[in-house]
Structure formats: C-alpha cells, structure tokens
C-alpha cells in the first residue's frame, strides 16, 4: 500500500496538485486481497498525506481460469489518479 500511496502522490506533486481526491486500483485476479482489507489498509496509510480522504475505487481483473493468462493477476496496479488542482 505504501508504494500506491507514494506513487499517487509523486503524481499529484507533478501535477502541481493540492490534494489526491481518488484512486482507482485493479485488484488482480490471483490476489488474495479482499477489497475491504484494502481499504482499511488504504484509509490508515492515507492519514495525513495528500490522499487523505480520497474516494478509492477498485476494479478487479479477469478471475478464474482467465486469471492465468494475466500477467498482472497476482498483483495490485494503481491504474487511475484524481487530482484537486488549482
């Protein structure tokens, strides 16, 4: 979570942006996180950064026997960055 959080914010920096008001992360298919460990995980690593209270939306990657064919299927991606720019 600390690299999502890190990466997000690398992006907000560069952007010149005040605040991160949501992230949209793709859960891998073969991952064994549950969406709402992720998102106690995410609220606890947010606290005082720039992603404070941003809205976290989770998409989720082909599941089953398709998962196999997915490179990414055992990981978690930050696939989207909403920033609050002046």
Same mark, same amino acid.
């Given at each position: ?44 690593? #947010?606290? =005082?950064? *720039? /992603?404070? $209270?941003?809205? !976290? @939306? ?14 990414? #299927?055992? =990981?978690? *991606? /930050?696939? $989207?960055?909403? !920033? @609050?720019?002046?």
């Amino acid at each position: 979570m600390a690299r999502l959080i890190d990466k997000a914010a690398e992006v907000a920096r560069s952007e010149g942006a005040r605040s991160v008001t949501g992230l949209t992360i793709r859960i891998g298919g073969l991952s064994d996180v549950s969406e709402s460990h992720l998102r106690d995980h995410f609220r606890i690593a #947010a606290a =005082g950064t *720039l /992603l404070e $209270g941003a809205r !976290l @939306e989770l998409e989720h990657g082909p599941q089953g026997e398709a998962a196999l064919a997915d490179p990414d #299927a055992r =990981g978690i *991606l /930050l696939t $989207g960055v909403d !920033l @609050e720019v002046d």
